[in-house]
Structure formats: C-alpha cells, structure tokens
C-alpha cells in the first residue's frame, strides 16, 4: 500500500558548508546572500521541525556519489555468499552484523561497524592488502570488487558523520546553545550499517543453498528432519508476519538517536542462474543489474500524525537524506521532529531488491535526557499516539483506519519509553525491549 508522496526539500552542500561556518555570514558577499542564507536556515528548521516531515535532502555532495555507486552493490553479494566466505571477508574488512545471517529466512542482511570521529579516514593505497588471493580456491572471495570494502564504507560513513554534524551546528545556532554538536561529539563514535533487502529470488537462493549444504552435512545423505521442520516452520512464521505487515522490508519505528544519514537506495533486478560452479561450491549464482525505482520514490514511508497520513519519501537520485530521531526531538525540547518510518516493498515486483548505507549518530550512553521545558503534550500526541481528541480542535484527516490501527499497536508510545532523567543507554535500552524483546511489539526477525 501506498501514500501520498513528499519530495524532501534540497539543501545543497555549498549552503550546508556556508551555514555551519562560523564565518558563514559575515563573509557573505551581499545583503541578499545573508538574506539568501537566512532563508535557507528558516527553510532546514521547518523541514525538521514539528511541523516538517523531520526529513531533507542534501545533494551535491563530493564523492558521495562515486562511493554510493561502489558501496551498495556489495551489500547483495555479501548476502549472498556461502556463511564461511562471508565470516572471513567481513573479519578481514573489521565489520560485523547486527542480525543473525545463518538463518535462511531472513528478509533482512546488515553488515556493519563502529565509526570513530576521532579518526580520518585513512585512503586506499590500491593494495590488494589482507587479501591472500594466491593461496585462496575460493572465487567469490578472490573477487577484487571486496578488496576496498572497508576502506569505501569507512570513507561514505565519516563523509556522512560530517554532513550530521554540520546539520547539528546549524540546528544548534538556531535552537540556541550547542546541545546537539556537543551531544554527538561526546559519544565519539557513529554505526555505520549497509543494508540489503532481500527480493524472493535472494530468499529462495540463500534457502537452496542451506538446503544444499544440509545435505553434505548429514549422514544418511538425506536433508535433515529437524532442520526441515525448523525452516519450513519459520517459512510460515515469516509469510504471515508479511502478510500483516503490508508487505513492509522494515516494521514501523522510530529511530531513537539524534541524527540518521542515509543514501538514497539503489534498486538491484535479479535473476536466479544454476551454474555447475554453485552445485561443486555450494555458492550460489545470480546476476543483477540495477533498475531504477519502479514508482520514482525511496520506498521509505513515513507517518505524519498530526496530519494522520501516510507518505512515501522521494528524493534526488545522488543525495543524502537526513533524519531526525527521538533523541534530537527531546533534546531540542521539541524543536525538532522525530519521523516515524518504515520501508515497504514495490508490488508485484519480486525480483526485485533494495541496497542502502545508513549512519546512525547518536549521544553518549552517559547522556541525561531532561524534560524539563519539553512540551509534555509531545509524549502524547506528537506521533507517539493516535485517537486523541481535544475539545475545540479540530481533528486532522484520518489514515485507513486499519492501517493507523496496526502502527498503534506496533510502535510504543514515547511515554512508556522515556522517564525525566533518564539516560540514553536507559533510554535506549527500554525503547530495544518494548520493540523486539519480552513483550516486545515488533518481530524480531
């Protein structure tokens, strides 16, 4: 199911720079570049303010492009490979994954680090490097498309740090203070995650080869039982968790850091190819080629409360998007907006998947949230619950009743997520166990 579309307001790099300069001003050329430039911030605050969609759209980024390009394809590949291939290309790259790879049901793979801001980013010499591509019979490993896998991942993520903080400076110019800058430069680091979205083909390849290797590893030569039952039962688990979903690659939720930088997702048409080489290895083969968008949009949703609607998110092809988090909404005292978001899948398309890079910034662990100056009604209405009604107002145009109903039930309001004095790492881990763990909301998948 699909909404309305929002196309984010474009903020060009050359601005971003001017903005969060803190000679942006004075070293302007005219009246009308300062006007230009006020303009500008007054624009950025809406767009990410309460009344915004808490998105926007940076384009004209250096490199970023380029990287884009040679990042996100990588992302299916690792997915794809054999779990021994892939363990030993992600230790050799220092990433890890956030979600379990071994299991074959999986709509979902991540493959991410740690980023420092302490650190530059250290470029590529050309060396094949950890590689020992001599000694080494396996061929999707000797591939040199993962030789800079790390080095590429590295040098995107601390390019969007950057653009994060640069946006802190400007929000914090505006709000007052230096909360936000200060917030992110004291946690010292940033996670950085590339994602790939699974299509069916990728499910139904990463499936056979499980099955595959199940029956190398068996000793009667026959598939094993358990594992049978075991995946057939999950299969269905997970057809029915779509089924009530709407078919989404990622659940409703909100990110609960400051800022998140993502690229715009590149779209990857694949197609299933047995070859004798994937029977003898195990490995399985497909082949792919980009595709554009099928609708012209991100295939990101977000949820407007107050208006009670649903939006798809479009974007310019190479640029960066910006998102606000909770963290940011409470430490603005709601100056800025929390986006409640999802990712769906395009209909009817099932060979289809979805390839992005993410960089989630967030405040020290140590950080104490006030709500001191918060406006409480937030924790009520301003996205963290529906169905409210106050006496004289009048109520904004409702969503699809049954849609509005399943994001009530699957995202936990902020009441029950944050206590005055609370720090994020309490924050935080409350906001993890009401989504997926205990009694959690959301599948844990």
């Not at 004798?276 to 295939?299: D, I, L, M, Q, R």
């Amino acid at each position: 199911m699909e909404g309305e579309v929002v196309e984010l307001y474009e903020l060009h790099y050359s601005d971003l720079k001017k903005l969060s300069s803190e000679r942006a001003l004075s070293a302007a050329e005219s009246c009308e570049e300062i006007q230009r430039l006020e303009s500008i911030t007054t624009s950025v605050m809406e767009n990410l303010g309460p009344e915004g969609p808490g998105l926007l759209a940076i384009t004209g980024v250096p490199e970023a492009s380029n990287l884009r390009r040679t990042l996100l394809p990588l992302a299916r590949k690792l997915s794809l490979l054999n779990n021994e291939d892939r363990k030993r290309l992600l230790k050799e790259h220092s990433l890890g994954s956030d979600v379990s790879l071994k299991n074959p049901n999986r709509n979902v793979s991540s493959f991410s680090m740690q980023l420092k801001y302490e650190q530059c980013f250290e470029r590529s010499d050309g060396r094949v490097d950890d590689l020992d591509v001599e000694n080494r019979d396996d061929e999707v490993v000797n591939h040199y498309e993962f030789k800079k896998l790390g080095c590429t991942f590295k040098e995107l993520g601390y390019c969007m740090m950057d653009l994060g903080l640069r946006l802190a400076q400007i929000c914090d110019k505006d709000i007052g203070g230096q909360e936000l800058q200060q917030s992110l430069l004291e946690s010292g680091t940033a996670k950085g995650r590339l994602i790939h979205y699974h299509s069916a083909v990728d499910n139904d390849i990463i499936r056979e080869a499980a099955k595959r290797n199940g029956y190398v590893k068996s000793r009667n030569g026959k598939v094993n039982k358990n594992e049978q039952a075991s995946t057939k039962q999950q299969g269905t688990d997970l057809s029915k968790d779509q089924s009530n979903d709407y078919g989404l690659w990622q659940q409703w939720h909100y990110d609960y850091g400051i800022f998140t930088l993502l690229t715009v997702p590149m779209f990857l048409l694949s197609s299933h190819q047995e070859t004798p080489a994937a029977v003898n290895t195990g490995s399985p083969v497909s082949s792919e080629h980009e595709f554009p968008s099928p609708c012209g949009h991100t295939y990101l949703q977000i949820f407007d409360p107050k208006k009670n609607q649903v939006f798809m998110v479009k974007a310019p092809l190479e640029s960066l998007i910006l998102q606000v988090g909770e963290a940011a909404d409470i430490l603005s005292k709601g100056k800025l907006r929390a986006t409640l978001h999802c990712v769906c899948r395009p209909p009817k398309i099932e060979n289809l998947s979805r390839e992005t890079f993410v960089v989630f910034l967030q405040p020290a662990w140590s950080k104490q949230f006030s709500l001191l100056d918060y406006p409480l009604e937030n924790l009520n209405f301003n996205g963290q619950q529906w169905g409210i009604r106050i006496e004289g107002i009048e109520q904004p145009r409702q969503a699809p009743e049954e849609r509005s109903h399943e994001i009530q039930k699957i995202v936990p309001p902020l009441l029950s997520r944050l206590k005055d004095g609370m720090t994020f790492a309490d924050f935080s881990r409350e906001t993890t166990k009401q989504y997926y763990g205990g009694k959690g909301l959301q599948p844990n998948r």
